[in-house]
C-alpha cells in the first residue's frame, strides 16, 4: 500500500497558473514557501495586491513565467499544483523532488468550449476535446520511462 503523505510546514510548493493568488494564499501557511507562476502579467498583479491585502508575504512569492519553461532548479519542490491551468508535464516532473507530490485539477476542453463561447475568447478555444489529456499522459509516461534509466 502506497503511503500517503501530507504537506509539511518545512515544504516548498509550486502553483502553476495561480491566477489571482488566491487558492494559493488560502494555503501558504502550510509551507515554508508557496511560489505562484502565471503566464499573465495582469494576473500576477493582482495576485501580487492580493498578497499585499493580506498582510503576510514572508514565504510566498509570485512570478511571470511560462510553465512550459520553468526557471526552477532541479527536485526544488516538494508539492507541484495546477489548477485549470496548463502545465508541462516533463518540467514538472523535473522540478518536483523524489517523494514529492503533484496536485492537478483540469477542466475538459469541451468545458472550455462552452466558456470560450461565452466571451467570445479562450486560450485553448483551437484545441480539440481528449488533446491536452492525451499530451499530459504522453509526456508523464516519456519522463517516467526517462526517470528509471
Not at 93 to 115: P, Y
Amino acid at each position: 500500500m502506497e503511503e500517503t503523505r501530507c504537506t509539511e510546514p518545512s515544504d516548498l510548493l509550486l502553483d502553476i497558473g495561480t491566477g489571482g493568488g488566491e487558492a494559493a494564499l488560502s494555503v501558504a501557511h502550510a509551507a515554508l514557501l508557496l511560489v505562484g507562476i502565471d503566464l499573465s502579467h495582469g494576473m500576477i498583479e493582482t495576485a501580487r495586491r492580493n498578497l499585499v491585502n493580506t498582510g503576510s508575504d514572508s514565504n510566498v512569492r509570485f512570478m511571470h513565467m511560462n510553465a512550459e519553461k520553468l526557471t526552477f532548479q532541479d527536485q526544488f519542490f516538494n508539492v507541484v499544483s495546477s489548477r485549470h491551468s496548463d502545465f508541462c508535464a516533463t518540467e514538472v516532473f523535473r522540478v518536483l523532488g523524489d517523494g514529492g507530490i503533484f496536485l492537478t485539477q483540469q477542466v475538459s476542453e469541451n468545458d472550455k468550449c462552452n466558456v470560450s463561447a461565452a466571451f467570445g475568447r479562450g486560450q485553448t478555444s483551437d484545441v480539440q476535446p481528449g488533446t491536452l489529456m492525451e499530451r499530459y499522459k504522453r509526456d508523464s509516461a516519456r519522463f517516467m520511462l526517462t526517470a528509471r534509466k
